[in-house]
């Protein structure tokens, strides 16, 4: 598997063309704002029709929500080149042909541990620069967690909802995508680049970013984007415990 990887990781495609790998890059990015944005304006339109959500809670409203964008964002990124250019994404692209494996469970923990040694490494290194904030907090979104409901509500969201939808959408279409028009290394760099920008704070992207260098590796090595997705629901599984069950600690 690894011997493969190895002989992946230099060779160059046959269609070896930047531009449109820059362009991959900006559709997801602007697709991935896109239904930010649209799902921002339909509130706001709603709202001014005179649709209270004060009733609503404030944990399933979140949820609710983040989950419409997710499922929007992977309709406008993936759906809308098949509609405008019959640009078809299949699911060997993506990596999603069969269901898990034992193998892909127990990588999870081997590649999380990686992981933590490659984010303290990049993590140090860029402790040294200026605009580099450690004490900077990501905003999930959920706040003030009292009723069982609601911590499953931010569990089901940020542990399972997330890493599938982001899985899909980065290291199944994106990554899967670039690799056909620039060499493997570069398609892992210029996704994980992205992944840690669009997470909008110097001090998590720089951890994601190391998250998905290994989850990029994960998808390639093994064919299959279930490893990646299980690792990627560990590492939120840890960070919701140390942020919303014990955040003393």
Not at 26 to 53: M, P
Not at 80 to 100: C, F
């Amino acid at each position: 598997m690894w011997r493969n990887f190895s002989s992946k990781l230099l060779s160059a495609p046959e269609d070896f063309k930047i531009w449109k790998a820059i362009v991959l890059i900006v559709w997801v990015f602007a697709g991935f704002i896109l239904a930010q944005v649209v799902i921002g304006l339909l509130l706001v339109l709603v709202r001014t029709l005179g649709v209270s959500f004060d009733a609503v809670n404030e944990s399933t409203f979140q949820a609710v929500t983040a989950a419409i964008i997710y499922v929007l964002s992977l309709g406008i990124i993936i759906g809308v080149p098949w509609a405008i250019r019959r640009y078809r994404t299949t699911r060997e692209e993506i990596g999603l042909t069969q269901l898990p494996t034992w193998s892909d469970i127990l990588l999870s923990p081997i590649a999380f541990i990686v992981y933590i040694i490659l984010s303290l490494i990049l993590t140090t290194l860029a402790s040294g620069l200026p605009f580099y904030n450690a004490e900077q907090i990501q905003d999930t979104g959920f706040t003030q967690l009292t009723h069982g409901f609601e911590y499953l509500l931010a569990f089901i969201t940020l542990v399972v909802v997330a890493p599938v939808a982001e899985e899909i959408l980065f290291r199944g279409y994106l990554l899967g995508k670039l690799r056909k028009h620039v060499p493997l290394w570069t398609a892992i760099l210029l996704t994980s680049l992205l992944f840690g920008f669009i997470h909008f704070a110097w001090n998590v992207g720089v951890d994601v970013f190391a998250l998905s260098i290994v989850l990029c590796i994960l998808r390639v090595s093994t064919g299959r984007l279930w490893p990646s997705i299980m690792l990627h629901m560990l590492k939120n599984g840890i960070a919701f415990y140390f942020l919303f069950i014990n955040p003393l600690l």
